[in-house]
């Protein structure tokens, strides 16, 4: 397969920077005044003050997939919409400067891509090749980081409907799907269907569906404490 195909099969082109060229080194003085600065103080706070990206990085400590904030994470430029994306290929975690503003929106996409990195770490997920291990993924992320939440689904004007978490988690796994392969929405629609029930049932490492901070927090103090309940057994 050609370079300029693979990436726009396996959605690089949405990513120029992740392209052989494409990355510009930048001054000090130039990075100082820039998104990446921003981008790198937003994502220092998503890490220490999160409690969803905390549970998900000490259960990848835990899991033997540290992951270490200067080689995991790279602050980059991307094309179209996107805000983040998962490069398994290097092993990390792309935030989109240009589209990423509020810390609000950090978090979510920190916690987003480090569902992706958490299943990279636990299971032999084959992100170039299987559909249905990228579609999990995808409903995953969707389920477990707050992309759905009550909050942020009124904020796009969208709710009152039977079900609408997981129709929520549905269709925003279809459209990273689309975002990043390239599939039909039908066969991809197909895909979503065929493991939605179990990949949406699993929780790990959260325990629970976080749908909001609170709930995240509560489960981070149950992942933390988890030893304790056997100490005395």
């Known amino acids: 397969m050609n370079q300029t195909k693979q990436e726009e099969e396996y959605g690089y082109d949405l ?16 990075s ?5 600065n921003k981008c790198q103080v937003m994502l220092q706070f998503a890490v220490e003050t999160s409690p969803y990206a905390k549970l998900l990085l000490s259960a990848m400590k835990s899991s033997g997939c540290q992951v270490l904030k200067d080689r995991h994470f790279s602050c980059e430029d991307c094309d179209g ?4 994306g998962f490069d398994a290929a290097s092993s990390q975690i792309v935030l989109c400067q240009n589209n990423i503003h509020q810390q609000s929106h950090m978090n979510r996409v920190v916690t987003h891509e480090l ?5 990279h770490c636990r299971a032999h997920v084959d992100w170039f090749n299987n559909f249905r291990h990228l579609a999990c993924s995808e409903i995953r992320a ?3 980081s707050g992309d759905c939440s ?10 009152g409907l039977k079900q609408h978490h997981q129709e929520c988690v549905r269709g925003r796994a279809l459209r990273s ?15 979503v269907d065929e493991v ?17 901070k609170k709930d995240a927090k509560f489960a981070y103090r149950a992942y933390m404490n988890r030893d304790r309940y056997y100490a005395n057994l």
């Open 142 to 144: 969707a389920n477990l």
């Open 81 to 84: 919409t996107v805000s983040g």
């Open 177 to 191: 799907i689309l975002a990043v392969r390239k599939i039909s929405r039908d066969e991809a629609e197909k895909i």
């Open 115 to 119: 569902i992706h990195a958490f299943d």
């Open 196 to 212: 939605f029930e179990p990949c949406f049932k699993d929780h790990a490492p959260f325990g629970r569906i976080p749908h909001s």
């Open 32 to 36: 100082l005044f820039t998104f990446n």
């Open 150 to 159: 009550f909050t942020n689904e009124v904020a796009r004007f969208n709710f």
């Open 15 to 30: 990513f120029p920077e992740r392209n052989p060229g494409g990355h510009k080194k930048m001054s000090i003085a130039e």
